[in-house]
């Protein structure tokens, strides 16, 4: 319950705004606007992911006989991996929020923004913002795959 609830607040905190505010990003940063729907089209994977967790263990407590080690080794190594993705998942949240902090990601106030400060403090020109944001999305399109990866392997499981 608790991960369950972790996943819904930084969900909340990455993907929060108006629609005015999010249609304000894509028109102000289309290269922002594709990192976040890379992370939303990963993040609505998440319950998927629990789910699957939790069927997986359930065989695992409930099938002592029938699994033999191999199988039930599977079994666990598909258990690791949906965590894994699981907790990459909350690690790139905070690391992008981080980087840069919902003030920065929507609205009039950032027309023409900076988007953040530089490692040294200084305000952050558009090309290192830019910079920053083409190695987001690489991390988001890998999370992204790796939480697709991890979902078939564990549906493959469920089906044998």
């Given at each position: 319950?608790?991960?369950?609830?972790?996943?819904?607040?930084?969900?909340?905190?990455?993907s929060?705004?108006?629609?005015?505010?999010?249609?304000?990003?894509?028109?102000?940063?289309?290269?922002k606007?594709?990192?976040?729907?890379?992370?939303?089209?990963?993040?609505?994977?998440?319950g998927?992911?629990?789910s699957?967790?939790?069927?997986?263990?359930?065989?695992?407590?409930?099938?002592?006989?029938?699994?033999?080690?191999?199988?039930?080794?599977?079994?666990?190594?598909?258990?690791q991996?949906?965590?894994?993705?699981?907790?990459?998942?909350?690690e790139?949240?905070?690391?992008?929020?981080?980087?840069f902090?919902?003030?920065?990601?929507?609205?009039?106030?950032?027309?023409?923004?900076?988007?953040?400060?530089?490692?040294?403090?200084?305000?952050?020109?558009?090309?290192?913002?830019?910079?920053?944001?083409?190695?987001?999305?690489?991390?988001a399109?890998?999370?992204?795959?790796?939480?697709?990866?991890?979902?078939?392997?564990?549906?493959?499981?469920i089906?044998?």
């Amino acid at each position: 319950m608790r991960s369950i609830l972790k996943v819904i607040f930084f969900s909340i905190i990455v993907s929060c705004g108006s629609t005015a505010d999010q249609k304000s990003v894509q028109e102000e940063d289309p290269l922002k606007a594709e990192v976040i729907a890379i992370h939303d089209e990963a993040m609505a994977k998440m319950g998927t992911m629990m789910s699957l967790e939790q069927q997986l263990k359930e065989v695992i407590s409930t099938t002592d006989a029938t699994l033999d080690s191999t199988q039930i080794k599977d079994y666990e190594k598909s258990i690791q991996e949906l965590s894994g993705a699981h907790d990459a998942m909350m690690e790139w949240m905070r690391n992008f929020s981080k980087t840069f902090p919902h003030e920065t990601l929507a609205g009039d106030d950032h027309k023409g923004h900076q988007m953040g400060t530089s490692e040294n403090g200084s305000k952050r020109t558009e090309e290192e913002t830019k910079r920053l944001l083409e190695v987001e999305k690489e991390k988001a399109i890998a999370l992204r795959d790796r939480i697709n990866k991890s979902i078939s392997n564990a549906e493959l499981l469920i089906k044998d």
